[in-house]
C-alpha cells in the first residue's frame, strides 16, 4: 500500500511536471511571435524625398513611391523651407499615410540645403535599405522590387544604380543610351573621373552611413563624394533597365550633375 502511494505521488508529480512543460512551451512560443512581429516593424528600405519649392511636382513623385509593387518601405520626406504651398501638400500626405510617409523640416522652416536635408533623413531612418528620389523626379512601379531582390543576391555590393529615362519641361521622356547591367569589383577610378550616379536611381546598405560617414554638408556634390567613398571600399552594382525619370528643367536642386547621366 505504501508502494502504491509513492507510485501515486510520483504519476501524479510527472504529470504536473509535463503540464507545466507545457505551459512554458506555449508561453515561449507566445514571447518568440511577440519578437519576431516587433522585429518586422522594421522596414526593410528606407526612402529619402528632400524638397525645395517642388509643390507642383510633389504629388507625382509621392505617389510614384505609394504605388511601389514592394511596399516594406518607410518613406521619409524633409521639406528644406520651401516658400511655395509644399508644406501643405506634405502635411496632407502625411496624414493621408501616416503608417508610410514621415514628414520633417528643419528648424522655423529653414532652408538649410539639400545635404543637411539628407542627413537629417538618415538619421530618422530604420530600413536595413536606403534610397532617395529627388522631389521632382519619379520612380517607375517595379524600382524597389528589382533592387531589393539584387541586393538579397548581391549582399557584398556597397550601391546600386540604374540607368534613368529624363524628363523635360513638356514632359517628354528620353531612352538611355545602349548600356548593360554590370558589377564593377573596382569602380573608384572610374567614379573619380566622373558621376555616373543619376542620384534618384541609387540604393545602399544603411549601415554604411556608420561605417563611412554620412553626407559632407560643406561640399555641393556631396552625393559624388559618398558615391565615392563607398567605391573606395565596395563593388558597385548597375542595372541597365531604368528605374525612374530625372527630370530636366530650371529648377532642380538634385546634388547630381545633369552631365553626367548614363
Not at 37 to 61: E, F, G, W
Not at 70 to 96: A, T
Not at 220 to 233: G, P, T
Request: with cysteine.
Amino acid at each position: 500500500r505504501r508502494n502504491h502511494k509513492v507510485c501515486r505521488r510520483i504519476i501524479t508529480a510527472s504529470r504536473e511536471e509535463a503540464k507545466r512543460q507545457r505551459i512554458l512551451k506555449i508561453f515561449a512560443t507566445v514571447l518568440l511571435g511577440v519578437s519576431e512581429v516587433c522585429m518586422s516593424d522594421k522596414p526593410t528600405v528606407s526612402i529619402c524625398i528632400c524638397s525645395y519649392n517642388h509643390a507642383r511636382y510633389l504629388p507625382q513623385t509621392i505617389d510614384s513611391v505609394l504605388t511601389q509593387t514592394y511596399q516594406d518601405f518607410e518613406l521619409i520626406i524633409v521639406d528644406d523651407g520651401s516658400k511655395d504651398n509644399s508644406h501643405e501638400v506634405l502635411s496632407d500626405y502625411q496624414q493621408r499615410y501616416p503608417d508610410k510617409i514621415r514628414y520633417v523640416w528643419h528648424a522655423n522652416h529653414a532652408n538649410r540645403g539639400i545635404s543637411v536635408s539628407c542627413n537629417l533623413a538618415v538619421s530618422l531612418a530604420q530600413g536595413g535599405l536606403f534610397a532617395w528620389l529627388g522631389s521632382d523626379d519619379y520612380w517607375f512601379p517595379e524600382k524597389l522590387a528589382k533592387q531589393v531582390r539584387f541586393f538579397d543576391e548581391h549582399p557584398e555590393v556597397g550601391m546600386l544604380h540604374t540607368s534613368a529615362l529624363t524628363l523635360d519641361a513638356n514632359g517628354t521622356l528620353f531612352p538611355v543610351s545602349n548600356v548593360h547591367d554590370a558589377i564593377d569589383t573596382q569602380p573608384l577610378a572610374a567614379m573619380v573621373l566622373s558621376n555616373p550616379v543619376v542620384a534618384s536611381t541609387a540604393m545602399m546598405p544603411t549601415r554604411l552611413f556608420a561605417e563611412l560617414g554620412a553626407f559632407d554638408e560643406n561640399l555641393v556634390f556631396s552625393d559624388w563624394e559618398l558615391w565615392i567613398r563607398i567605391a573606395a571600399q565596395y563593388p558597385i552594382g548597375f542595372l541597365a533597365e531604368p528605374s525612374c525619370a530625372y527630370r530636366v528643367h530650371g529648377q532642380n536642386v538634385s546634388i547630381s550633375s545633369k552631365a553626367d547621366i548614363i
